[in-house]
């Protein structure tokens, strides 16, 4: 009887060490954090533009992740909405986004840019890489030296829309970036495309294809929902806050299964080898 049970459990440590090596040899999740939904309307105030190519939830931003193979960083923004009403390559038109990072490395740039408008980061947390997402292929990548240069990649960036989703993929390759880690801090910011805006961000005015509404064109932006750094409060003072990693990454929880299921299965075999005996 004991050695039926035993059979299983060693079967099952077999199989989830088989999981974990092919969870690892993909894709390996670094952060991930998901964001209200419903709110895409800035600080309040902001109005998707009245035209009908632009439907509900096209900028609610509902969670991020970025995770990496040994080739490529892989930046997922997951929206409600996702359309293509003018055939760009990529498969999504509408969306317009910034990724400013905070890697810890230097105090870098306090300043974020969103078209004509200016925001600032809260003390002591510049940023030191900016992912700039747009169609069209107008994606770019900014790293700030410590020596206040700005190198501006084009090459080696991608974006595009993942099949059968509603999620918009940005590929980096990973030569172009310093390895993450959970100090890292994000400032994720969404608004509507123009190409031919400043910066391509479309911008508050009149007319079908402007954005109605008052304050900075941000529609949403990765936040918490209440309190001193919710969306609101930072889009209305112009200083936004990075969201950082609040828990441990899940190959570290992978890696805990599979050890506490090894010395369960490891002490129950030791158990029915001195029953025998």
Known sequence: MQRAVGLPICLSLVVLLFLCHQAFAQEEVLFQLADAR?????AGDLLYPEHEVYVPGLFDL??????????SLYFD??????????RAPEGYFHQR??????TGEFLGPTELAVGTYRLQTAPDTGWNLRLSVAPFAENRLYVARENGQIHVFSEGIQ????????TLRVQVDS???????????YYVLVGAFDGLAQGFWRDVGDGPWQIGGTGTPIFDLLAPRWGKQSQKFQLS???????????????????AVVFILFCLGFAFLWRWWHGRS
């Open 175 to 185: 030569a172009l970036l310093p390895q993450p880690n959970t100090a890292w801090g």
């Open 38 to 42: 419903g709110d895409d309307t800035g």
């Open 159 to 166: 974006s595009f829309r993942l099949p059968e989703s509603n």
């Open 237 to 255: 003072s112009g200083v936004l806050y990075p969201v950082r990693s609040s828990r441990l990454p899940l190959t570290w929880w992978l890696f």
């Open 97 to 102: 986004l910034e990724v400013y990072i905070q």
């Open 77 to 86: 923004f997951h929206f409600a909405t996702l359309t293509n009403p003018f």
């Open 62 to 71: 509902w969670g991020f992740q970025l995770s990496q193979d040994p080739e």
